[in-house]
């Protein structure tokens, strides 16, 4: 039994402020990669509606009606041609938050993954800083 508490006795590791520190940045990188991730998501539905939309569009047979186009929370009545170019513009801006949002994940990763070399490094396998798969 006195071998078992010397056993435990050296496994316990002390947690210095810096390590708290460390542990606590870890995980609002975590929580914000997440986020980012869930925002990624809905941004890339928006762009496949935008271009399911715009399929639509194009198929429209009359080009003289006017198609109604949602800005916020008002549909505005407008040529088929505006639309379509209204369209294309809110693409792009999805595309380029698309891409932003990506490098934001990418630089969350690059950060997560610094923290576990130095927080496996100290702490070993009394640490466990991956994330649980559902």
Known sequence: MAAVLAKNQDSEVHITYEDQQQINTFARYNARLNDLKDELETKKKDLQNLEDAGDELM????????IPYQIGEVFVMSSQEDVSGMLERTKEEVSVAITETEAKCEQHKQVLSDLKVKLYAKFGNNINLEADEE
């Open 59 to 66: 198929m429209a047979e009359d080009e003289t009606a006017l």
